[in-house]
């Protein structure tokens, strides 16, 4: 509806025309009721547009929340379906290199252990799994860790052969004292997995040497620690899914 509109109050009396005082006192203040309830009427009409106005604005901050759940829910389809990914499942059984997303924040995960019975969802369990994104021919940057405390030759990460044809791998160990960084380029060809190794930096000397095999349905990146002393190893990976 329009707006209530206020009459314009006649002219107010002046003591420079003093012949016309009492006439314009009259007709002014006459006309001051008047002007009350008409301010009062805008009043109150404003006040309901206002209120329209913030309703109208809860209606969108709800819409636009769902809307923004809608589409997390359809990039967190389209990426698990790109990768195969289901929802994750409270208790269920899952082997290294399942990938699922999860219904908290859509987000998609790879497992990094074989695990059955977990409560915890895959973005609060960095035991279990790990971040990763679809995109491009290449999967997401993700990591693992692992620590040992023994010179044998131990695996620290560990790839679905399904999964991943091939792997740009960084890996930082620290002994606490000393640290290594260094690059490795793997693929595999379903039977055998090859690395080189390059780009290595020390801060003293090397504190393991790598190699990768295949054990059963996976690809596995091992350390051959120089030291039996507690070493951390971190393994940030860019890996790369089969082409359809």
Same mark, same amino acid.
């Given at each position: ?24 006192? *009259?007709?002014?203040?006459?006309? %001051? ?12 009409? %404003? ?6 106005? *913030? !309703? ?42 399942? /990938? ?7 987000? !998609? ?15 609060? *369990? ?11 021919? @290449? @999967? ?30 960084? /890996? ?5 004292? *000393? ?14 997995? /090859? ?25 596995? %990146? ?11 190893? !971190? ?10």
């Amino acid at each position: 509806m329009a707006y209530p509109p206020i009459t314009t109050l006649p002219s107010p009396p002046s003591r420079q025309d003093p012949a016309n005082f009492a006439t314009e006192a *009259d007709a002014f203040l006459g006309a %001051l009721p008047d002007f009350g309830d008409e301010a009062n009427a805008l009043g109150s009409y %404003l006040d309901g547009v206002a209120s329209d106005v *913030d !309703t109208d604005a809860t209606a969108a901050a709800a819409s636009a929340s769902a809307a923004a759940t809608s589409a997390a829910n359809a990039a967190a389809s389209a990426t698990a379906a790109s990768l195969e990914a289901s929802a994750w499942s409270s208790g269920a059984s899952y082997t290294v290199g399942s /990938v699922v997303y999860s219904p908290i924040d859509f987000q !998609t995960y790879r497992a990094i252990t074989t695990h059955s019975g977990e409560t915890t969802d895959p973005s609060l *369990d960095v035991t279990n799994w790990v971040s990763i994104s679809a995109g491009g021919g @290449g @999967g997401g940057l993700t990591s693992q860790t692992a620590t040992t405390t023994t010179t044998s030759q131990t695996s620290i990460a560990t790839y679905a052969i399904a999964d991943y044809t091939a792997m740009e791998l960084t /890996v930082v160990a620290d002994d606490g004292t *000393d640290r290594t960084i260094t690059k490795l380029l793997v693929v595999h060809d379903g039977t055998t997995a /090859v690395a080189t190794q390059y780009g290595e930096v020390n801060t003293d000397t090397a504190l393991a040497t790598y190699d990768v095999d295949i054990s059963g349905s996976d690809v596995r %990146l091992l350390a051959t620690p120089a030291s039996s002393a507690s070493t951390d190893f !971190t393994t940030k990976e860019n890996l790369f899914e089969p082409v359809t």
